[in-house]
T-cell receptor
């Protein structure tokens, strides 16, 4: 199957510091990865689309200077939360799009296990 | 953008019961996926089903694209089926190409 990993699974940091979250597709190459944020008892909210070798595209209302995304290879995308504040505390989930997983023209997305960020 | 509505928002079952979860979407789609989010937050792929019917064990799904809805059937439910079920779609065309839009989810609780 298609496996996506995230590291770390949870992190606690002090206000004002930066945190990097890694997302890896372990058994397939992903030219496109996505970053989501999920608040308790809510649905997933797309933050940005990460394309290998190019700049990420951010959804409206997401600060690109605060949430830095780098997609340096076909298997790795990173999200860096800069100058974190308590309101950035959340569950961050990445996904990777795998072409052809369910047919020639399919683009099924597979999700990592998530990273729980707590900013104190 | 495309709207995705799931019903019911909450569902409580006794073990062994059957259930049907519904997903309505407001525009044409070229991707529809059903996920199960377990208590640890992991989203597990259940079905990739932009149209047609699929079955996997006790679970099956049907998408009627022309009428803009999808159904997820769970038969002989087990306590391990508990969690949140999400429907997510990719809008055909427009500026949202490739992006999944999620419904609000159905919270399923199965009691022993």
């Amino acid at each position: 199957g298609a496996v996506v990993s995230q590291h770390p699974s949870w992190v606690i940091c002090k206000s004002g510091t930066s945190v990097k979250i890694e997302c890896r597709s372990l058994d397939f190459q992903a030219t496109t990865m996505f970053w989501y944020r999920q608040f308790p008892k809510q649905s997933l909210m797309l933050m940005a689309t990460s394309n290998e070798g190019s700049k990420a595209t951010y959804e409206q209302g997401v600060e690109k200077d605060k949430f830095l995304i780098n997609h340096a290879s076909l298997t790795l995308s990173t999200l860096t939360v800069t100058s974190a504040h308590p309101e950035d505390s959340s569950f961050y989930i990445c996904s990777a799009r795998r072409p052809g997983a369910s047919g020639v023209n399919s683009y099924e997305q597979y999700f990592g296990p998530g990273t729980r960020l707590t900013v104190t | 953008g495309i709207q995705v509505e799931q019903s019911p928002p909450d569902l409580i079952l006794q073990e062994g019961a059957n259930s049907t979860l519904r997903c309505n979407f407001s525009d044409s789609v070229n991707n529809l996926q059903w996920f199960h989010q377990n208590p640890w937050g992991q989203l597990i792929n259940l079905f990739y089903i932009p149209s047609g019917t699929k079955q996997n064990g006790r679970l099956s799904a049907t998408t009627v694209a022309t009428e803009r809805y999808s159904l997820l059937y769970i038969s002989s439910s087990q306590t391990t089926d508990s969690g949140v079920y999400f429907c997510a779609v990719v809008n055909r065309g427009g500026t949202s190409y490739g992006k999944l839009t999620f419904g609000q989810g159905t919270i399923l609780t199965v009691h022993p």
